[in-house]
């Protein structure tokens, strides 16, 4: 049976299936939240050996909170230098993380929602009280301060 023009041109055509569900479309969150209340102690510095984020000092032990819904992707002490480190996956492009947090209250895999307490902010290398914050845009590090809200 010979084939009809209609069957050899859809035969033709390439398939392709998408395989990120729906959310991760989205762009950049609309809003970000602060993962923790204090100050900025050091900014973001996209330098060779710069701050691939910022540094915001506060008391041990305060909340950490997710900055935007998301998946947790990433949580454990495995990446060098970041101490214990969640990081949530918030759509195909952008990606947040949280170093030197201690006692997780997320699995990987968890759903998290903004604002929702996702661990407990631990000490950086020099043992001082510190969260250190990235957002990573298609994995590069961008500031984050273009995304969060002017105050706490």
Same mark, same amino acid.
């Given at each position: #049976?010979?084939?009809? *023009?209609? %069957?050899?041109? &859809? ?10 569900? +729906?959310? @991760? ?13 204090? #100050?900025?102690?050091? *900014?973001? %510095?996209?330098? &060779? ?10 008391? +041990?032990? @305060? ?47 968890s759903t998290v929602h903004a604002g929702q307490i996702i661990a407990l902010m631990g000490h950086n290398n020099d043992g001082q009280p510190e969260l250190h ?20």
């Amino acid at each position: #049976q010979k084939p009809t *023009r209609r %069957s050899a041109s &859809l035969a033709s055509k390439p398939v392709t299936f998408n395989t990120y569900p +729906k959310w @991760s479309k989205r762009p950049a969150p609309r809003q970000w939240k602060w993962p923790v209340n204090g #100050q900025i102690s050091k *900014r973001f %510095s996209p330098t &060779l050996g710069g701050n691939l984020g910022i540094n915001i000092r506060g008391e +041990k032990d @305060s909340p950490v909170r997710a900055a935007a819904n998301g998946i947790v992707v990433y949580s454990g002490t495995g990446v060098r230098g970041y101490g214990n480190l969640i990081i949530v996956k918030h759509n195909s492009s952008f990606l947040s993380a949280y170093a030197f947090t201690r006692s997780p209250r997320v699995r990987l895999g968890s759903t998290v929602h903004a604002g929702q307490i996702i661990a407990l902010m631990g000490h950086n290398n020099d043992g001082q009280p510190e969260l250190h914050f990235e957002i990573r845009q298609n994995g590069k590090p961008i500031n984050p301060l273009r995304y969060l809200p002017a105050s706490a």
